[in-house]
C-alpha cells in the first residue's frame, strides 16, 4: 500500500466528462489498496472567465479580493471530483486548500507555503477516503485565503507529498513528460526516463513549458521525487529525482529553443566605468527582467566606445526601449537597435560537469549549418546561445542530432 | 453613526453593473458615518448553472459536496462586491460565511445556525471598511463548509444583524415591501408601512414571496426589527417587527391567494375510528405536506360513510394521489378525486384577536361575488378558504376592497 499524490491539471479537468476520467484513474490506484490524495486546478477557463469578471468591475482589483475570486475555480472541481469518484462508488472527501492544512504567508495572488499541517488529510486517508484537494490555494495563519501563483497547483501536489510523506507524486499533464527536445520541432526527440531537478530547472527556465522552475526547486530542496506523466493514456513518464553517479554519462539532458527572447544593443556607448550599472539599474528599477548580457572589446578612434546588447522576455522589450531612450542624452551612446528576430538555443545536462569540449563540438555544427552565433552565455550544466530565429528550428535539430541523436 | 445590515439577493447582483450599482448604496451609507455589513447571494442563474453541472457527474451528489460546490457561488458575489466598493474608493473587505464567524449545524444543504462569533466582522467594521460577507453558507464546527437552504441569505443577514447588535437590517428585494395584496392581481393594494412578525409568518406561508418563513421566525426569535425594500430605488419599504397596541387597529393586514394548492377528495369512506388516521399517517410517510382537512359529516344509508377531503402543494398531487390508491382496497372508499383548479384565499391581521364577527364579514362577500366556499380554515389571526380557481382573483379583489380599501 502507497500513499501516492496525484496533481491534475485544468485541461484534465476542463469538463464533466475529464472529471469522470481522472476519477475512474484515481479509482483504480484506489482499488489496489494506495491512499489517494488528488490535488486538481480550475476547470480550464475558469480562472480566465473569473479575472474577465473582476475586470468588468475595475481595471486593477485588489489582490486580496483576487485571491478570494480565482479560490472558488479549485473549490468547484473538488467538489465535482469527489462527486465522481462516489459515482463509482468510491469514497471521497474534498478540501479546500485550507482545510486541507496548507498554511502560506500573506503575499496576496503570490503566496509562498509556510507550512502544512495534514492530520485532516491524514485522517480522512486513514477512513478510507480519497482526499480531494484544492490546488492553487492556502490560507495565512490569520485565515485569509491565499494563492499561490502561476503554476502553483503543481506547488500544492509537491508540497502535501513533502508533508504527507508520499511515497509518490504524479503531475498528470497532457504531454507524456519530458521530452529532450520539444517533438513538435524535432522528431527525433524522446521522452526521458529522469532527469535532475537541476536538469529540470534548467529546461524549465529555457523554455520547456511543462513544470514552473518553483515547484521543481521546492521538490528538490524536500526531496520530493516525481514524476511528469499523461492523463490521456498509461504510458511511464520521466522521474524527476535528485541527481545520481549515472547520470553523468550522459552529456547532454536535453535541447530547448526559447523563441519569446528580444535583443537591445547599445552602438557606440562610451568605454568609461559606470556605463553598464547605469543603464542595468534603470532596467531593473522598471523591473524589465534582463537575461543575458554581451559587452564587445572596444574600438573606433579618439574616445573608446564599445557596443553594448542584453536580451529579456519579449513582452518587456517595450519597456526596455523606453527606458534606454531616456537614457540616451546621459550615457550618449550612438543609436540603439531592437531586435525581436532571435531564439535562445540551450543544451542542458549535468554530465557537462565532467566532460570537455562540448561548448566546442556545439560552436562546431551550429557553424556546419551556418548558423551564427550572436551571443553566448554559459553554466555548470548548460550552454546558451542567441541565432537568428528563422535558424532556430534547424539548428535545434542539428545540435539535438549531434549530442542526443 | 448606526451599525446596518444590508442584504441583497441573487437578482440585485445579477451582473457587474448590478453589483457597481450594489455598492454606490452602500457607499452612501458608509459616507454618512455608518457602519455597513453587507450579505449577498450569488448572482443570479449561478447557483442553477453550478447544479446543473453536479448533475451532469451524478444525479442525486452527496450534500456535503454540494456545499462545497454552492458555496463558491457566494464566494464570488463577496469578492466581486468589495472590488465594487474599492472602485468608489471605499474601503471593504470580504468574508466568507466561515470567515465571518457563521457556526452551523452539520445538516448539509439545509445547516441551521447555531451561533455566530462575529469578532473579525467587528475587527473589520472598526478598521473603517464595508464588510461584505457570504450569505446562505457557514462551517460546523468541524470546519465543514455547510449552507443553509432556500432563503439562506436571508437567514444570513437577519442572524448577523442579531449577533452585531445591528441597529437596523435591511432586506433589499425586487419588490418595495409588503403590500396588503399582490399589486398585479390587486391594483388598489398598498405598501404597508410596518407589519408583525406574526402576520408577515402568515402572510409568507401563505404564497406572498418576499421571504422565507424561517427568516422571519428567527428574526421573531431574535428581536431583529428589519425593513423590506426595493434595490432599484430609494423608497422606504415596510418594517417587521414586534406587534404593537396600535397595530391591533387594523383588523385585515393583507389578503393573499396562494394558486399553488390542489385538493384530494375520498369520497364515501366509511365512518368509523381510525380511517383518517390511517390516510393521515400514510401520506406524512410518503412526506406529503397536508395543509387543509376538512371531513363532512356522515351521509347515505347503511353503513355511515363521509367525505373526507385535503389540500397540498400542487407538486406533491402525484405523491399523494399514488399513496390514496395504495389504500384503496383497505380503506373501502368509493372514488377519489383531485383537483387542481383551486385556489386558497387568505385575509390576514392581528386585530381579528380583538374583532368579532370578521369571517361573518368575509364569507357575506364571497357569496356576494357567487364565489363558493369549498373547505374553511381559521387561526388567531387567520382565515383561509379553498374556492373555485378561475374565481380567485376576482375574490381577492372583492375581500381587498371590503377589508382594505
Same mark, same amino acid.
Given at each position: 500500500?502507497?500513499?501516492?499524490?496525484?496533481?491534475?491539471?485544468?485541461?484534465? &479537468?476542463?469538463?464533466?466528462?475529464?472529471?469522470? %476520467?481522472?476519477?475512474?484513474?484515481?479509482?483504480?490506484?484506489?482499488?489496489?489498496?494506495?491512499?489517494?490524495?488528488?490535488? &486538481?486546478?480550475?476547470?480550464?477557463?475558469?480562472?480566465?472567465?473569473?479575472?474577465?469578471?473582476?475586470?468588468?468591475?475595475?481595471?486593477?482589483?485588489?489582490?486580496?479580493?483576487?485571491?478570494?475570486?480565482?479560490?472558488?475555480?479549485?473549490?468547484?472541481?473538488?467538489?465535482?471530483?469527489?462527486?465522481?469518484? /462516489?459515482?463509482?462508488?468510491?469514497?471521497?472527501?474534498?478540501?479546500?486548500?485550507?482545510?486541507? *492544512?496548507?498554511?502560506?504567508?500573506? &503575499?496576496?495572488?503570490?503566496?509562498?507555503?509556510?507550512?502544512?499541517?495534514?492530520?485532516?488529510? /491524514?485522517? /480522512?486517508?486513514?477512513?478510507?477516503?480519497?482526499?480531494?484537494?484544492?490546488?492553487?490555494?492556502?490560507?495565512?495563519?490569520? *485565515?485569509?485565503?491565499?494563492?499561490?501563483?502561476? *503554476?502553483?497547483?503543481?506547488?500544492?501536489?509537491?508540497?502535501?507529498?513533502?508533508?504527507?510523506?508520499?511515497?509518490?507524486?504524479?503531475?498528470?499533464?497532457?504531454?507524456?513528460?519530458?521530452?529532450?527536445?520539444? @517533438?513538435?520541432?524535432?522528431?527525433?526527440?524522446?521522452?526521458?526516463?529522469?532527469?535532475?531537478?537541476?536538469?529540470?530547472?534548467?529546461?524549465?527556465?529555457?523554455?520547456?513549458?511543462?513544470?514552473?522552475?518553483?515547484?521543481?526547486?521546492?521538490?528538490?530542496?524536500?526531496?520530493?521525487?516525481?514524476?511528469?506523466?499523461?492523463?490521456?493514456?498509461?504510458?511511464?513518464?520521466?522521474?524527476?529525482?535528485?541527481?545520481?553517479?549515472?547520470?553523468?554519462?550522459?552529456?547532454?539532458?536535453?535541447?530547448?529553443?526559447?523563441?519569446?527572447?528580444?535583443?537591445?544593443?547599445?552602438?557606440?556607448?562610451?568605454?568609461? @566605468? *559606470?556605463?553598464?550599472?547605469? &543603464?542595468?539599474?534603470?532596467?531593473?528599477?522598471?523591473?524589465?527582467?534582463?537575461?543575458?548580457?554581451?559587452?564587445?572589446?572596444?574600438?573606433?578612434?579618439?574616445?573608446?566606445?564599445?557596443?553594448?546588447?542584453?536580451?529579456?522576455?519579449?513582452?518587456?522589450?517595450?519597456?526596455?526601449?523606453?527606458?534606454?531612450?531616456?537614457?540616451?542624452?546621459?550615457?550618449?551612446?550612438?543609436?540603439?537597435?531592437? %531586435?525581436?528576430?532571435?531564439?535562445?538555443?540551450?543544451?542542458?545536462?549535468?554530465?557537462?560537469?565532467?566532460?570537455?569540449?562540448?561548448?566546442?563540438?556545439?560552436?562546431?555544427?551550429?557553424?556546419?549549418?551556418?548558423?551564427?552565433?550572436?551571443?553566448?552565455?554559459?553554466?555548470?550544466?548548460?550552454?546558451?546561445?542567441?541565432?537568428?530565429?528563422?535558424?532556430?528550428?534547424?539548428?535545434?535539430?542539428?545540435? /539535438?542530432?549531434?549530442?542526443?541523436?
Amino acid at each position: 500500500m502507497a500513499l501516492i499524490v496525484q496533481k491534475y491539471g485544468g485541461t484534465s &479537468v476542463g469538463n464533466p466528462d475529464r472529471i469522470k %476520467n481522472v476519477a475512474a484513474r484515481v479509482a483504480k490506484y484506489h482499488a489496489q489498496g494506495d491512499q489517494v490524495v488528488v490535488v &486538481v486546478s480550475a476547470m480550464s477557463g475558469v480562472t480566465d472567465s473569473l479575472i474577465k469578471l473582476a475586470k468588468e468591475i475595475m481595471p486593477l482589483p485588489a489582490e486580496r479580493e483576487m485571491d478570494m475570486l480565482l479560490a472558488t475555480g479549485e473549490q468547484t472541481t473538488i467538489a465535482l471530483t469527489a462527486m465522481a469518484l /462516489h459515482s463509482l462508488g468510491v469514497n471521497a472527501v474534498s478540501l479546500t486548500g485550507a482545510q486541507a *492544512g496548507i498554511v502560506t504567508d500573506g &503575499v496576496h495572488t503570490k503566496a509562498k507555503i509556510s507550512n502544512i499541517t495534514p492530520q485532516k488529510v /491524514h485522517q /480522512h486517508l486513514d477512513a478510507g477516503n480519497v482526499v480531494i484537494v484544492a490546488g492553487f490555494q492556502g490560507q495565512t495563519i490569520e *485565515g485569509q485565503i491565499t494563492t499561490l501563483g502561476r *503554476g502553483g497547483s503543481d506547488l500544492s501536489a509537491i508540497a502535501l507529498a513533502a508533508a504527507l510523506k508520499a511515497d509518490l507524486c504524479q503531475i498528470y499533464t497532457d504531454v507524456d513528460g519530458v521530452y529532450t527536445a520539444d @517533438p513538435r520541432i524535432v522528431p527525433a526527440a524522446r521522452k526521458l526516463q529522469e532527469v535532475s531537478y537541476d536538469e529540470m530547472l534548467e529546461l524549465a527556465s529555457l523554455g520547456a513549458k511543462v513544470m514552473q522552475s518553483r515547484s521543481v526547486e521546492f521538490a528538490k530542496k524536500f526531496k520530493v521525487v516525481f514524476e511528469v506523466r499523461s492523463s490521456l493514456n498509461d504510458n511511464p513518464g520521466t522521474i524527476v529525482k535528485e541527481e545520481t553517479n549515472s547520470m553523468e554519462g550522459v552529456v547532454v539532458r536535453g535541447v530547448s529553443l526559447d523563441k519569446n527572447q528580444a535583443k537591445v544593443t547599445l552602438v557606440g556607448i562610451p568605454d568609461k @566605468p *559606470g556605463m553598464a550599472a547605469r &543603464v542595468f539599474k534603470a532596467l531593473g528599477d522598471a523591473a524589465v527582467n534582463v537575461d543575458m548580457i554581451v559587452q564587445n572589446v572596444s574600438h573606433g578612434t579618439g574616445t573608446p566606445a564599445t557596443d553594448l546588447s542584453f536580451t529579456m522576455d519579449k513582452p518587456d522589450l517595450l519597456k526596455a526601449k523606453k527606458v534606454i531612450d531616456g537614457l540616451k542624452a546621459e550615457l550618449a551612446f550612438r543609436e540603439v537597435i531592437a %531586435n525581436e528576430a532571435i531564439g535562445k538555443l540551450s543544451i542542458v545536462g549535468v554530465g557537462m560537469r565532467s566532460h570537455t569540449g562540448v561548448a566546442g563540438k556545439m560552436f562546431d555544427v551550429l557553424a556546419k549549418e551556418g548558423v551564427n552565433i550572436d551571443m553566448i552565455s554559459t553554466s555548470e550544466i548548460k550552454i546558451s546561445v542567441v541565432i537568428d530565429l528563422t535558424k532556430g528550428e534547424q539548428a535545434m535539430r542539428a545540435v /539535438h542530432a549531434a549530442f542526443i541523436g
